[in-house]
């Protein structure tokens, strides 16, 4: 079992910045797809970004540019760069893993999901 943990998260002013960072329990991580999703209250869960197995990375078309997802496979963590943020980016983040060989865009791709982390952005 793969157990995911989200940190990072907090509080921050519009225009600021935010790393958040993904450790994955598991010994095979690099063969693991790994996507950031995120809720706002009476949302749906959306994605964000995901870094392939591989590592080709791809990103929501609304925030490219802003946010930046890296992996380090020899610390077992992903982690997700958030600039110039708005108080619209405020949610739960989450971190997922996945190996069934889908879109790292799909929900579906995934079989562990974080517990999330909760980013505020204020105005």
């Known amino acids: 079992q793969v157990q995911l943990v989200e940190s990072g998260g907090g509080l921050v002013q519009a225009g600021g910045s935010l790393r958040l960072s993904c450790a994955h329990s598991?010994?095979?991580?690099?063969?693991?797809?790994m996507g950031w999703f995120r809720q706002a209250p009476g949302k749906e869960r959306e994605f964000v970004g995901g870094?392939?197995?591989?590592?080709?990375?791809y990103y929501a078309e609304s925030l490219k540019g802003r946010f930046t997802i890296s992996r380090e496979n020899a610390k077992n963590t992903v982690y997700l760069q958030m600039n110039s943020l708005k108080p619209e980016d405020t949610a739960v983040y989450y971190c997922?893993?996945?190996?069934?060989?889908?879109?790292?865009?799909?929900?579906?791709?995934?079989?562990?999901w974080g517990q999330g982390t909760q980013v505020t952005v204020s105005s």
């Open positions: 997922a893993a996945g190996f069934r060989g889908g879109s790292v865009s799909s929900l579906n791709n995934y079989n562990y």
């Open positions: 598991g010994r095979t991580f690099e063969s693991y797809d």
């Open positions: 870094v392939y197995s591989g590592g080709r990375l």
